[in-house]
């Protein structure tokens, strides 16, 4: 289980080999420094730049930036050194002890220590942080302790085959210890990171400064160079329309956008001067979550009932151009773990009529709704616009009007993310599309473990169609003890059989990731692990 750094050169190789898919300067063209590349992000903006409190996606977005890990995955989803260049699992499987850079600062003074990384564990399963990405990923962790300046030593209450994945995302981080013992607001306000950029001013609601760290040493293993990054600054921007943002990169007002809706990815087909890079998340499809602790999809047959009335397939094929692919599974298509089942998932009104029937809902309103000892099948579904790109909501709009048809009156609640945030938290809905990314098949334990119904420190919690299966749990503890692949395996199998087969969720697609960026940016890579962009090799060629 040890890894060792490689051949910075070899890792070079590739990369470049990668870069040049999307590249149309000629090979012989050279990186030039400089510059200031403008990012226009169509997510959320960040309450806070520290992905440890709370721990959602437009924080990992702008957090790549200034923030580096212990690990991080290459493209063929290896393991590879980062802030640490070796690590070893113990026999038992209840700890592991990581080897750090030793020619690490943070930008703040302080130098990368095995302190560091016990510190920032501490910060991630500290309540008062408020953490939940990063907080469910370390619920096996036990504590860090310093065998020296070098070397961490993680300890587990029980063995954990998806730590490295864990430890491979933005939302665990490694943050100066110094900076951490500032004020929350603070540390919100400009983390501190070993990253290539700093973040030096926060526009609230217009865009935030991140400024190049010229002492930089620390690229993960498969960076395309060495040293500080090409770019100078980058002005991140809020600018959630997304006709205002493909309109400011086609006049060259801004060089990167996210988010894009897929009629605009097919528009860019026929520009010269943009070019896509198309990045899928990994760990959980995208899907809607049916809310099994309450009426009416507490019931088997009604939750079943809904999925059959729901014509996903077309609608994914009217909305989204070819830019997504229909999913039949709770996890990505990235994820080898990964079970399809597509005969549970087709679309038979008169399957889930002959279901509503059964479960009691015999009677009809004057408006066509199914009724059950005089209650309207009635039920609540919140939307974030934030989260939501517009074909997103579009889709849902027409599942609402498939699930009309079969009898289901659905309440599509539009909301920002602070008010879906607490819907979910009251429980306050009946459906509800939650992406959640994490590295790795184990995303299904946070997904899906009874446990997962229980609050992290932050309020929220993962398991929002509330299954409680011990059958279930017992499944994906022990995929998550085991280190045997064709073991855990099987056991991912029988546990999505488990999801899929209970009618708990309705896949829709893997959770989508394109980015546009017009053709003078070269070197913008996305990031194997979670799919967010790297500027760190990015460079102007103008």
Known sequence: MNRTLPSLAAAASVILLIAGCTSTAPANTEPVSGGTLVYATGDAEPTCLDPHVGGNYPQALVATQYLESLVSKDADGEIIPWLATEWSEADDGLSWEFTLRDDVTFTDGTPLTSEAVAANVAHLQNPETGSSTGYLALQNVTGVEAVDDTTARITLSQPDSGLLDSLSQPWLAIESPTALQRTAEENCESPVGTGPFVVTAWDRQQSITLERNDDYTSPPADAA??????????????????????????????????????????????????????????????????????????????????????????????????????????????????????????????????????????????????????????????????????????????????????????????????????????????????????????????????????????????????????????????????????????????????????????????????????????????????????????????
């Open 225 to 542: 160079h060495q040293g500080p990054a090409y770019l100078e600054s980058i002005e991140w921007r809020f600018l959630p329309d997304s006709a205002s943002r493909y309109a400011a990169l086609q006049s060259g007002t801004v060089d990167v956008i996210d988010n894009v809706q897929p009629d605009t990815i097919v528009a860019a087909e026929g520009e010269d001067a943009i070019e896509e890079i198309n990045a899928p998340r990994p760990g959980a499809s995208n899907r809607i979550e049916l809310n099994s602790s309450k009426a009416p999809f507490d019931d088997a047959l009604v939750r079943e009932a809904f999925i059959r009335s729901a014509n996903v397939d077309d609608s994914v094929a009217s909305l989204f151009f070819g830019t997504a692919e229909r999913s039949y599974s709770a996890l990505s298509s990235v994820e080898s773990f990964g079970i399809s089942k597509p005969e549970l998932f087709e679309y038979d009104q008169e399957a889930a009529a002959a279901l509503l029937d059964e479960a009691g809902y015999t009677e009809t309103d004057a408006e066509g709704y199914r009724v059950k000892n005089g209650e309207r099948l009635e039920v609540d579904f919140p939307v974030s616009t934030n989260q939501s790109i517009p074909a997103e909501v579009s889709l849902f709009e027409q599942l609402q009007s498939t699930a009309k048809e079969a009898g289901f009156k659905v309440n599509l609640e539009p909301l920002d993310l602070s008010s879906w945030y607490g819907a979910l938290g009251e429980n306050d809905y009946d459906l509800v599309s939650a992406p959640y990314t994490k590295v790795g098949a184990d995303v299904l334990r946070i997904l899906f473990d009874s446990d997962g119904t229980v609050p992290a420190p932050s309020g929220y919690f993962a398991n929002h169609s509330q299954v409680k299966n011990p059958e279930l749990d017992a499944l994906l503890r022990g995929a998550n003890e085991t280190s045997d692949d064709s073991e855990r395996a099987d056991l991912y199998a029988q546990a999505q059989d488990i999801i899929l087969g209970g009618f708990y969720i309705l896949p829709l697609y893997d959770q989508q990731n394109h980015y546009l960026l017009r053709s003078d940016v070269k070197g913008l890579r996305a990031m194997p692990t979670v799919s967010t962009p790297t500027l760190y090799d990015a460079w102007l060629d103008r």
